[in-house]
């Protein structure tokens, strides 16, 4: 019996003992098997896209290795087969996208999941539609709690999250959790904005979605804390010292340097410097893409320039304080300083991450400075680095020693040209999901038996993006996998 009060990492370490022990009979029987689905019937999916399930077919065909195929069948379409509920709002359309097993939508969770369906809007007008609906329901989560991280599919409720409901905050409506992430305001932009581009679509950018962008860069402003702490705060009873915030709820203190203070870090773990570095990246490309739309859709002048500034500051001030050097790394990208000179060399396997950093367009994959922290990441001098029997990739505090997240093997895949780096990360990949079809959120390096959280959708889809990206751009190394 557990005897004090729920969070999420308890709720999720007993399910993965629970996931861990199930999947052994499948493991053990999966030699045998025949690659038979493992999504729910067609009646049972929560969305059905004919162009997400032809894309399924026609790139399956292609996969060289059986095996691969069938892992990227069951991952692509995880998000639009369990996880959203498409319905509407004042006659618009409204998606909730919840994380798979936690019943409740992460602002960036629920923007990673459906990214790989969007080049696929042109062919599917309800996939259009059911995207749009995400983008309202995240303008009007941004707008009820900026500093929120999670929200409730009923954003009029009172009960957030069980592990959330003694927290020490100012709880609002709606929200699930309330700790404040800098990349829980930047995904719903990076969505809105490649929703734009790819359908030109300009329906889901009204008033109420301007007011969503101003707020987010007077969110960042707050945050950059130059005359107080700001209105923001948290506290949380919980043995995890990465569960809560100390100084009264304000977090360890930090120089105000002009770079964005953030709470917890993508993992949901506290911050232990606020200034956490691939996040403030994250935000700076996120206020170009603000001031892009509001230029070219809302024709706000003053409030696009106002974005602008807001990123050229922060980006003046990681150029000033985000690079460091390390004793065995060199001159690299540090994961998270304090601006008085103390810092943390380290990357978390959650993105935004050092390492994933091309990926969100927040630096050019041939950056120097960008390889040689590439390099750092994904050695043993990173302390959160595991290399094992099984495979060897980044983990984090979140889940502990020895627990390497499929994440940050896809991620290495995505951020290199590298044919045999990509190849050698299908094959992790393909030998640690445990013989379940599905990729988790962590793994022990040496016994992918032992894994937690069994239905973790972004994983799943973003696995698919990788078999995506790699059969448009690199079809040779699909071939040898």
Known sequence: MHSGPLSRRTVLRTMALTAGASCLPAAASFAESSFESKRPAPSARKFRSKAVDAAIDATAAKLRDPELAWLFSNCLPNTLDTTVEFG???????????????????????SAQVWPYLPFLAQDADLAHLIEGVIRRQTRCILADPYANAFMPDLATRTPLEWSRDDKTQMHPGVGERKWEVDSLCYPVRLAHRYWKETRDTSPFDARWAEAMHTIIETFKTQQRKTSRGPYSFQRSSAAPTDTLSEDGFGNPARPVGLIFSGFRPSDDACAYPLNIPGNFFAVRTLLRIEEMLTEIAHDATIARSARQLADEVKAALHANARLHHPTGGEVYAYEIDGFGNAIFMDDANVPSLLAMPYLESCNIDDAAYQATRKFVLSDANPYFFRGTAAEGIGGPHIGHDMIWPMSIIMRALTTHDDREQLQCLRWLKSTHAGTGFMHE???????????RSWFAWANTLFGELILTLAKNSPGVLAQA
């Open 88 to 110: 509407s709002y004042e006659g618009k359309p409204d998606t909730v996208v919840v994380t798979g097993d936690i019943p409740a939508m992460w602002l960036r969770d629920s």
């Open 442 to 452: 962590s793994f022990n390096k040496d016994d992918p038996k032992k894994f937690t």
